[in-house]
């Protein structure tokens, strides 16, 4: 896990532990000022969410008990590893763009960071600035450059 990965779950974690158990307790009291409990649609729907809201901390917490960080001293710093932010050149489109490589946990297409255990990661690993991979995907073969290595 990243520093940065498990600073994000840790403040999730106290999100969870205190402002959503503070709404769930309201949509309780809310849900219980409208009668019989037995046939209480909304008491039904505050309880289950409080009992997703639990398990979520209980696997949080878990999470940040067991985390072990990634130590970037014993991974080579001119390869794509774990951790590693790697400028891209798409040699069919022309293109540059930056990937991420992340613990599967962390991954969020959305911010440019894919698992590590992806296709493309997988194909990417251990390349060093200046080669090139073929990368098959369903959609076909990617055909990239890796034009920079970063450790940030």
């Known amino acids: 896990m990243t520093r940065e990965g498990y600073e994000k779950l ?7 532990k205190t402002t959503k158990r503070r709404e ?3 949509d ?5 000022a409208f009668g019989d409990l037995k046939e209480n649609a909304e008491y039904d729907a505050a309880k289950n969410n409080q009992a997703m809201n639990e398990k979520r901390i209980s696997d949080y ?3 940040l008990t067991n985390a072990e960080f990634i130590d970037d001293s014993k ?4 390869q794509v590893f774990i951790g590693a932010k790697v400028l891209l050149k ?11 490589i992340v613990p599967q946990d962390e991954a ?8 590590v255990a992806s296709p493309i990661a997988k194909g990417l690993l251990g390349l060093r600035e200046g080669e090139t991979a073929e ?17 940030d």
């Open 10 to 16: 840790r403040k999730e974690l106290e999100h969870l």
């Open 24 to 26: 769930i307790a309201e």
């Open 28 to 32: 309780i009291g809310k849900a219980r």
């Open 61 to 63: 917490e878990e999470r």
């Open 75 to 78: 991974i080579p710093k001119d």
């Open 90 to 100: 798409d040699l069919k489109h022309d293109e540059e763009f930056t990937y991420w």
């Open 108 to 115: 969020n297409f959305d911010e440019n960071k894919i698992s």
């Open 135 to 151: 990368i098959k995907i369903p959609a076909g073969i990617l055909k990239y450059k890796v034009l920079k290595i970063n450790r």
